[in-house]
Protein backbone atom coordinates (compact mmCIF):
# COMPACT_ATOMS: atom_id res chain seq x y z
CA UNK A 1 0.00 0.00 0.00
CA UNK A 2 1.80 3.50 -0.99
CA UNK A 3 2.05 6.07 1.94
CA UNK A 4 -0.46 8.68 0.11
CA UNK A 5 -3.35 5.78 0.87
CA UNK A 6 -2.30 4.78 3.99
CA UNK A 7 -3.27 8.14 5.33
CA UNK A 8 -6.90 8.49 6.72
CA UNK A 9 -8.28 11.75 6.59
CA UNK A 10 -9.29 14.38 8.91
CA UNK A 11 -11.63 16.98 9.74
CA UNK A 12 -8.90 19.63 8.87
CA UNK A 13 -8.96 18.77 5.52
CA UNK A 14 -13.06 19.34 5.28
CA UNK A 15 -14.67 22.21 4.78
CA UNK A 16 -17.00 23.56 7.50
CA UNK A 17 -19.86 25.15 6.17
CA UNK A 18 -22.84 26.68 8.19
CA UNK A 19 -22.06 23.73 10.79
CA UNK A 20 -21.56 21.21 8.63
CA UNK A 21 -18.24 19.34 7.83
CA UNK A 22 -18.48 18.77 3.78
CA UNK A 23 -15.14 16.25 2.17
CA UNK A 24 -13.42 18.60 -0.29
CA UNK A 25 -14.63 16.39 -3.34
CA UNK A 26 -18.20 17.28 -2.03
CA UNK A 27 -19.41 18.34 -5.50
CA UNK A 28 -18.47 14.49 -7.06
CA UNK A 29 -20.49 13.22 -3.91
CA UNK A 30 -23.26 15.34 -4.87
CA UNK A 31 -23.34 14.27 -7.98
CA UNK A 32 -24.38 10.73 -6.84
CA UNK A 33 -27.69 8.96 -7.37
CA UNK A 34 -27.20 7.61 -3.78
CA UNK A 35 -26.73 10.71 -2.03
CA UNK A 36 -29.61 12.76 -4.46
CA UNK A 37 -31.87 9.63 -2.89
CA UNK A 38 -31.12 9.90 0.52
CA UNK A 39 -31.08 14.08 0.10
CA UNK A 40 -34.45 13.67 -1.58
CA UNK A 41 -35.44 11.36 1.58
CA UNK A 42 -33.93 13.32 4.24
CA UNK A 43 -36.28 16.12 3.43
CA UNK A 44 -39.19 14.36 5.10
CA UNK A 45 -38.07 11.92 6.90
CA UNK A 46 -40.00 10.20 9.67
CA UNK A 47 -41.78 13.67 9.88
CA UNK A 48 -38.48 15.42 10.82
CA UNK A 49 -39.42 18.76 9.38
CA UNK A 50 -42.24 19.32 11.47
CA UNK A 51 -40.21 21.19 13.94
CA UNK A 52 -39.66 23.85 11.30
CA UNK A 53 -43.28 23.91 10.84
CA UNK A 54 -43.93 24.13 13.78
CA UNK A 55 -45.32 27.70 15.14
CA UNK A 56 -43.43 29.00 18.35
CA UNK A 57 -44.74 27.74 21.87
CA UNK A 58 -46.43 24.32 20.01
CA UNK A 59 -46.04 20.77 21.79
CA UNK A 60 -43.81 19.88 19.17
CA UNK A 61 -40.99 22.55 20.72
CA UNK A 62 -41.87 21.89 24.14
CA UNK A 63 -41.94 17.58 23.70
CA UNK A 64 -39.62 16.39 21.90
CA UNK A 65 -41.08 12.50 22.11
CA UNK A 66 -43.87 14.36 19.85
CA UNK A 67 -41.06 14.04 17.19
CA UNK A 68 -39.21 11.38 17.62
CA UNK A 69 -41.13 8.46 19.58
CA UNK A 70 -39.76 6.45 22.19
CA UNK A 71 -36.72 4.10 19.99
CA UNK A 72 -36.86 0.97 21.62
CA UNK A 73 -34.54 -2.76 21.25
CA UNK A 74 -31.16 -1.89 23.06
CA UNK A 75 -31.68 1.15 23.81
CA UNK A 76 -34.42 0.57 26.65
CA UNK A 77 -31.24 -1.34 28.35
CA UNK A 78 -28.90 1.44 27.89
CA UNK A 79 -27.85 3.01 31.64
CA UNK A 80 -29.10 6.32 32.94
CA UNK A 81 -26.05 8.98 34.38
CA UNK A 82 -23.33 7.56 32.41
CA UNK A 83 -20.52 9.98 30.86
CA UNK A 84 -18.18 8.79 27.89
CA UNK A 85 -15.89 11.21 26.27
CA UNK A 86 -16.73 10.93 22.96
CA UNK A 87 -19.52 9.44 20.85
CA UNK A 88 -19.66 8.85 17.25
CA UNK A 89 -23.11 8.06 15.40
CA UNK A 90 -23.21 6.44 11.90
CA UNK A 91 -26.25 7.59 10.05
CA UNK A 92 -27.49 10.22 12.76
CA UNK A 93 -30.20 11.44 10.85
CA UNK A 94 -32.01 14.58 12.64
CA UNK A 95 -30.83 13.66 16.00
CA UNK A 96 -33.76 10.88 17.00
CA UNK A 97 -31.35 8.53 19.13
CA UNK A 98 -28.98 11.45 20.79
CA UNK A 99 -32.26 13.12 21.49
CA UNK A 100 -32.96 10.25 23.21
CA UNK A 101 -30.20 9.16 24.96
CA UNK A 102 -28.88 13.01 26.27
CA UNK A 103 -32.34 13.80 27.45
CA UNK A 104 -34.20 10.36 28.64
CA UNK A 105 -30.80 8.88 29.81
CA UNK A 106 -29.47 11.49 30.82
CA UNK A 107 -25.85 10.21 28.85
CA UNK A 108 -23.19 13.32 28.87
CA UNK A 109 -20.48 13.33 26.32
CA UNK A 110 -17.58 15.74 25.79
CA UNK A 111 -17.43 15.39 22.27
CA UNK A 112 -20.25 14.09 19.46
CA UNK A 113 -19.88 13.66 15.99
CA UNK A 114 -22.68 12.46 14.07
CA UNK A 115 -22.14 11.47 10.52
CA UNK A 116 -24.85 10.93 7.62
CA UNK A 117 -25.10 11.22 3.80
CA UNK A 118 -28.71 13.31 3.62
CA UNK A 119 -27.53 17.43 3.98
CA UNK A 120 -31.33 18.24 4.88
CA UNK A 121 -31.47 15.75 7.98
CA UNK A 122 -27.54 17.28 9.19
CA UNK A 123 -29.59 20.74 8.58
CA UNK A 124 -32.40 19.30 10.78
CA UNK A 125 -29.98 17.97 13.15
CA UNK A 126 -28.61 21.01 14.07
CA UNK A 127 -32.15 22.59 14.56
CA UNK A 128 -32.71 20.09 16.96
CA UNK A 129 -29.80 20.47 18.45
CA UNK A 130 -30.55 24.01 18.61
CA UNK A 131 -34.50 23.44 19.69
CA UNK A 132 -33.83 20.83 22.59
CA UNK A 133 -29.77 21.36 23.60
CA UNK A 134 -29.34 17.68 23.86
CA UNK A 135 -25.65 17.22 24.91
CA UNK A 136 -24.90 20.41 26.54
CA UNK A 137 -21.59 21.68 26.37
CA UNK A 138 -20.32 19.08 23.80
CA UNK A 139 -17.80 19.81 21.00
CA UNK A 140 -20.45 19.02 18.56
CA UNK A 141 -19.56 18.14 15.19
CA UNK A 142 -21.66 16.94 12.00
CA UNK A 143 -20.25 15.27 8.71
CA UNK A 144 -21.70 14.88 5.26
CA UNK A 145 -20.08 11.93 3.71
CA UNK A 146 -20.60 8.34 2.55
CA UNK A 147 -19.50 5.72 5.49
CA UNK A 148 -16.89 3.95 4.13
CA UNK A 149 -13.84 6.20 5.70
CA UNK A 150 -14.21 7.72 8.86
CA UNK A 151 -12.15 11.52 9.15
CA UNK A 152 -11.26 10.27 13.09
CA UNK A 153 -8.11 9.50 14.64
CA UNK A 154 -7.24 5.39 15.85
CA UNK A 155 -8.85 4.54 18.88
CA UNK A 156 -10.59 8.07 19.34
CA UNK A 157 -14.14 6.77 19.81
CA UNK A 158 -15.46 5.69 23.55
CA UNK A 159 -18.98 4.91 22.07
CA UNK A 160 -20.03 3.96 18.59
CA UNK A 161 -23.44 3.91 17.82
CA UNK A 162 -26.00 3.21 14.80
CA UNK A 163 -29.78 2.57 14.46
CA UNK A 164 -31.43 0.79 11.84
CA UNK A 165 -28.97 1.78 8.75
CA UNK A 166 -26.94 -0.68 8.03
CA UNK A 167 -29.46 -2.66 5.96
CA UNK A 168 -29.15 0.24 3.17
CA UNK A 169 -25.48 -0.02 2.98
CA UNK A 170 -24.37 -2.43 0.27
CA UNK A 171 -22.43 -5.23 2.19
CA UNK A 172 -18.76 -4.66 0.11
CA UNK A 173 -19.17 -0.66 1.74
CA UNK A 174 -20.50 -2.30 5.07
CA UNK A 175 -17.74 -4.61 5.68
CA UNK A 176 -14.91 -1.42 5.02
CA UNK A 177 -17.24 0.80 7.65
CA UNK A 178 -17.12 -2.25 9.95
CA UNK A 179 -13.71 -1.88 9.94
CA UNK A 180 -13.26 1.68 10.06
CA UNK A 181 -15.16 1.82 12.90
CA UNK A 182 -12.90 -1.07 14.55
CA UNK A 183 -9.88 1.08 13.85
CA UNK A 184 -11.97 4.34 15.51
CA UNK A 185 -13.59 2.76 18.79
CA UNK A 186 -11.09 2.53 21.77
CA UNK A 187 -10.55 -0.85 23.08
CA UNK A 188 -12.90 -1.91 25.51
CA UNK A 189 -15.26 1.16 23.79
CA UNK A 190 -18.86 0.47 23.37
CA UNK A 191 -20.94 -0.42 20.53
CA UNK A 192 -24.66 -0.46 19.91
CA UNK A 193 -25.99 -1.46 16.59
CA UNK A 194 -29.92 -1.39 17.11
CA UNK A 195 -32.06 -3.19 14.45
CA UNK A 196 -29.00 -2.47 11.92
CA UNK A 197 -29.09 -5.69 10.22
CA UNK A 198 -32.38 -7.32 8.58
CA UNK A 199 -32.79 -11.17 8.80
CA UNK A 200 -31.87 -13.37 5.87
CA UNK A 201 -34.41 -16.09 7.17
CA UNK A 202 -37.08 -13.82 8.29
CA UNK A 203 -40.00 -15.66 6.41
CA UNK A 204 -41.52 -12.32 5.03
CA UNK A 205 -38.24 -10.90 3.36
CA UNK A 206 -37.91 -14.21 1.78
CA UNK A 207 -41.53 -13.43 0.24
CA UNK A 208 -40.27 -9.78 -0.58
CA UNK A 209 -36.64 -11.42 -2.31
CA UNK A 210 -39.00 -13.78 -4.60
CA UNK A 211 -41.38 -10.83 -5.50
CA UNK A 212 -38.15 -8.92 -6.23
CA UNK A 213 -36.54 -11.30 -8.04
CA UNK A 214 -39.36 -11.24 -10.37
CA UNK A 215 -38.66 -7.56 -11.81
CA UNK A 216 -35.06 -7.82 -12.00
CA UNK A 217 -34.96 -4.29 -13.57
CA UNK A 218 -36.87 -2.33 -10.82
CA UNK A 219 -34.37 -3.20 -8.32
CA UNK A 220 -34.34 -0.75 -5.54
CA UNK A 221 -31.13 0.74 -4.66
CA UNK A 222 -31.93 1.25 -0.75
CA UNK A 223 -33.39 -2.56 -0.59
CA UNK A 224 -32.77 -3.58 2.96
CA UNK A 225 -30.10 -6.35 2.85
CA UNK A 226 -30.41 -9.07 4.85
CA UNK A 227 -27.49 -11.39 6.97
CA UNK A 228 -27.99 -14.63 9.37
CA UNK A 229 -26.77 -14.21 12.95
CA UNK A 230 -23.52 -16.20 12.17
CA UNK A 231 -22.68 -13.97 8.96
CA UNK A 232 -23.06 -10.68 11.09
CA UNK A 233 -20.68 -12.15 13.73
CA UNK A 234 -18.16 -13.20 11.56
CA UNK A 235 -18.57 -9.49 9.88
CA UNK A 236 -17.93 -8.33 13.38
CA UNK A 237 -14.98 -10.28 13.51
CA UNK A 238 -13.16 -9.82 10.79
CA UNK A 239 -13.10 -6.22 10.99
CA UNK A 240 -11.59 -6.49 14.27
CA UNK A 241 -14.51 -5.34 16.78
CA UNK A 242 -14.15 -8.81 18.61
CA UNK A 243 -10.70 -7.57 19.05
CA UNK A 244 -11.56 -4.62 20.78
CA UNK A 245 -14.74 -5.49 22.35
CA UNK A 246 -14.88 -8.99 23.15
CA UNK A 247 -17.72 -9.34 24.65
CA UNK A 248 -20.80 -8.73 22.61
CA UNK A 249 -24.24 -10.06 21.64
CA UNK A 250 -25.62 -10.61 18.07
CA UNK A 251 -29.33 -10.45 18.73
CA UNK A 252 -32.47 -10.82 17.07
CA UNK A 253 -35.73 -8.37 17.96
CA UNK A 254 -38.52 -8.84 18.95
CA UNK A 255 -40.24 -7.52 15.95
CA UNK A 256 -41.31 -10.69 13.86
CA UNK A 257 -42.61 -10.84 10.19
CA UNK A 258 -44.27 -13.20 8.27
CA UNK A 259 -46.18 -11.39 5.86
CA UNK A 260 -44.68 -8.36 3.90
CA UNK A 261 -46.57 -5.41 5.23
CA UNK A 262 -45.76 -3.59 2.14
CA UNK A 263 -44.65 -4.52 -2.11
CA UNK A 264 -43.56 -1.92 -3.55
CA UNK A 265 -44.26 0.68 -1.65
CA UNK A 266 -48.64 -1.06 -1.66
CA UNK A 267 -49.57 -1.78 1.60
CA UNK A 268 -50.87 -5.29 2.18
CA UNK A 269 -54.11 -5.69 4.24
CA UNK A 270 -54.02 -7.04 7.83
CA UNK A 271 -50.40 -7.84 7.18
CA UNK A 272 -49.51 -5.57 10.13
CA UNK A 273 -52.02 -6.53 12.30
CA UNK A 274 -50.82 -10.36 11.95
CA UNK A 275 -47.37 -9.53 12.08
CA UNK A 276 -48.05 -7.78 15.48
CA UNK A 277 -49.90 -10.57 17.09
CA UNK A 278 -46.55 -13.20 16.57
CA UNK A 279 -45.39 -14.12 20.04
CA UNK A 280 -43.00 -16.97 18.69
CA UNK A 281 -41.95 -19.57 21.80
CA UNK A 282 -38.00 -19.17 22.12
CA UNK A 283 -36.70 -21.76 20.02
CA UNK A 284 -38.59 -19.56 16.56
CA UNK A 285 -37.84 -16.28 17.45
CA UNK A 286 -34.49 -16.15 15.67
CA UNK A 287 -36.44 -17.47 12.52
CA UNK A 288 -39.23 -15.12 12.72
CA UNK A 289 -37.38 -11.66 13.61
CA UNK A 290 -37.48 -9.10 11.60
CA UNK A 291 -33.53 -8.53 12.42
CA UNK A 292 -31.22 -8.26 14.73
CA UNK A 293 -28.73 -6.17 16.62
CA UNK A 294 -25.22 -5.90 18.20
CA UNK A 295 -24.01 -4.83 20.89
CA UNK A 296 -21.57 -4.48 23.59
CA UNK A 297 -23.07 -6.64 26.66
CA UNK A 298 -20.86 -4.44 28.82
CA UNK A 299 -23.30 -1.48 28.70
Given at each position: ?S?????????????L?????????????????????????????????????????A??K??????????S??????????????????????????????L????????????DIS????????K??????F?????????????????????????L??????????????????AE??????????F???????????????????????????????????F??????????????K??????????????????????????????????????V??????????????????
Amino acid sequence: MSQAMSVKPNLNEYQLRDGVYLPKDYENLNSTGHKQLWDEIGKTYYGSQKIEQAEAGAAIKKDYKLLTGTPSGVWSKFPKNKTVDSILEIGCGYGRIPLFLSLDKNLNCQKYYGLDISEPLLRRLLKCKQEYNFFPGAEFNVICNSAEILPLEDNSIDLLISNCVFMHIPEAQLRKLMAEMARVLKPGGTFIFNHSFHNKVCPSHIIHNWIRRLNPAGKNEIYLRQFTAAEIDEMLIEAGMKAKCPQYSVEPTNEYSIVPETIKGIKIPFAQSINRSIKPVESMREPMAYGYSAYTTNL
